[in-house]
């Protein structure tokens, strides 16, 4: 069992306030994944959670258990750091029992669960090494295999993927989620990075300034972002934002100007209200395909041209001087400088009104 | 040795001398003579009889006036080059010698006597180690007494030293409270104050406890260094909070946390306070000295002040055991340098 329940948790260090009133109801056997910018809050966040710090007020729950006044060793949960934080003076071996032996667990006890983890991570092979002499993969395995041993209700992963180097990381990726689908204990992941946050989470809580965003599965994120932070969060390259405004508001839809030049009909309701509001039109940039010479459409000059082989990134500038990024399938002769004429489908944008809230 | 010169008159390059070349080359040999040259002169005067040491101009080797064994008489004399009055330069033996006027014999030829006034004559030397210099005090001298309670002093002060120090600076470093900041100033303000301005105090505080000529007088008072204190502290704030976060989460105390992860961690630091610790406690002088009256509790450093009498120094004891006491520290200088380095480098202590 691993359910986790935040009610309206704040988090004040001196006058600053890190988090503003979170609520989150963490599923048991579920990967939920954090992720916003540097000093969004969110490793604060998974340390209240941990209990290695307390929140300033709100409810933490961790089985129905209010677990607020349990220290960290108490809560049952088990934490894979940034840098690891391996005992650097003490072998594999001891590292993995250090938390069982404080738990004053039986000796053989403690060596048939060092030897399931070290088969399970395949760190048999070092267990009496020094974290010194290890890579930074296998030490990320050694530290998750910490975290195994103890068999906690649910894991913290604070940014554990982060000092690896880019090959390694998507193939940790990989070993992470099979891993938890093997464990079916609940994990909670704390990333800035969105691409692991898409690969890996069951629900993604996007944060920013100590407040959640939006809470859904990535696919939910990816085409219904709540807001335009989420919609440019998520997604690679990010979303284009396009000024427009709203010509009318009819059965089939709002019908939108984009940058004075282009109009399409969204199926989406508006108020009535909004006629005539300006409203920022979302396009991603692998929605954006080149338009033939008779088809509506927005134009723009090349200011970069990035083939990539299988596709083709173009940044670019609309009339209006907003910089557009397009990401188009194939390979196209194009040059810096050059006017082109861009279109998307009405189904493909997303509209966000002055607040930043979609439509 | 060419390799040697070679070495020394190395320049900057090109044929020309480069100013920086002097200033090094004075630099460092000047450093060399000042640094090491006190510790030359200690141990070879060391080695000197009583009248070697009060001889003028003094000399750097322990020479001796040369004695010989002549007929007809008990004692050796000793020997003297002298110049005759023919420009000659003999070597011959003092016999007697009545104001500036000396009697004096050839040894092989003992019959004749030749007056000569001293300035005319000048002592036959030769290098002789004075080792009964060494070996006299171990026998008169209560020396393996004196070693045990030095030794005695200076292992439980720096165990102590090393355990209260550390905690000091784990909870100066990894812990967050009101006050924290104060409380190291405070500390390390206390290096401000000298021994002279606490020692009537500390004494009174001492005797009230009872520890007056008690070894433990003289250890505790010197166990709480802010040195210390600050010195620890530096290094653990090199220490990862994440390495005490991953701790706690493995169920550690927070007794556990100090003696199993940060204590280890801090090895280096402590093994450089413990260097300093055994340095400082070997060589404290004036507070056994208050502290101790009796002789048997002396420590060696105290007990060697027993050479220095009202009337009557005598030097070449004093130099003597003086060189002894410094046999352990400088061993620990030369094994354990690398540390206090590293120590000096990390919290840019001295």
Known sequence: MGRITLEKVTKSFGAVKVLHGIDLDIRDGEFIVFVGPSGCGKSTLLRQIAGLDKPTSGDIHIDGKHVNDVPAADRGLAMVF??????????????????????????????????????MLEIGEYLDRRPGQLSGGQRQRVAIGRAIVRNPTAFLLDEPLSNLDAELRISMRAELSALHKRLETTMIYVTHDQIEAMTLANRIVVLRKGQIEQVGTPLELYNTPANRFVAGFIGAPSMNFLSGSIAAIGREGTTVTVLGEETLTVPRPADDGMVQQAIAVGVRPQHIRLAGPDQPGISAKVDLVEGLGSETVIHARASTGEPLLAV???QHALSSGEDIRLTFDAKDLHLFDEAGLRL | MSTVWQFITRRRGGEGWHWTDIATWVWLIG??????????????????????????????????????????????????????????????????????????????????????????????????????????????FDFLRYLWNSVFVTVMATII???????????????????????????????????????????????????????WGVILPTVATPTGVFLLRQ????????????????????????????????????????????????????????????????????????????????????????????????????????????????????
């Open chain 1, 82 to 119: 940034q840098s690891y934080a391996l005992y650097p003076h003490m072998s594999v071996r001891q590292n993995l029992a250090f938390g069982l032996e404080n738990a004053r667990m039986p000796k053989a006890e403690i060596e048939s669960r060092i030897a399931e983890a070290a088969r």
């Open chain 1, 328 to 330: 188009l399938a194939g």
């Open chain 2, 31 to 140: 450093g060399l003579i000042v640094m090491f040259g006190p510790a030359v002169w200690l141990t070879l005067s060391s080695f000197k009889s009583p009248a070697a040491l009060s001889k003028f101009p003094p000399t750097i080797l322990p020479y001796v006036t040369q004695e010989v064994r002549v007929e007809g008489f008990d004692k050796a004399l000793p020997l003297y080059e002298v110049k005759l009055p023919d420009g000659t330069s003999v070597n011959l033996a003092e016999k007697r010698r009545i104001g500036v006027i000396a009697q004096m014999i050839d040894p092989k030829n003992p019959e004749t006597v030749h007056k000569i006034n001293i300035n005319d004559r000048k002592p036959v030397d030769m290098l002789e180690f004075a080792t009964s210099n060494y070996t006299e005090p171990f026998l008169q």
């Open chain 2, 161 to 215: 030293t090393l355990a209260i120090n550390s905690m000091a600076a784990f909870a100066l470093s990894k812990y967050k409270f009101r006050g924290q900041n104060l409380i190291l100033i405070i500390i390390v303000g206390t290096l401000m104050v000298p021994l002279g301005v606490i020692m009537v105090p500390l004494y009174s505080v001492v005797s009230a406890l009872g520890l007056f000529n008690n070894l």
């Open chain 2, 235 to 350: 290094y653990m704030l090199t220490i990862p909070d994440e390495l005490i976060d991953a701790a706690r989460m493995d169920k550690a105390s927070e007794w556990q946390i100090y003696w199993r992860i940060v204590l280890p961690l801090a090895a280096p630091a402590l093994a450089v306070l413990a260097i300093f610790s055994v340095v400082w406690r070997w060589n404290d002088f004036l507070w056994p000295l208050i502290v101790l009256s009796r002789s048997s509790l002396y420590t060696l450093q105290v007990g060697l002040n027993v050479y220095a009498g009202q009337l009557n120094v005598q030097w070449q004891y004093i130099l003597a055991m003086t060189v002894v006491t410094m046999i352990p520290v400088i061993l620990v200088f030369v094994f354990l340098q690398k540390f206090i380095a590293r120590g000096i480098a990390t919290s840019g202590l001295k």
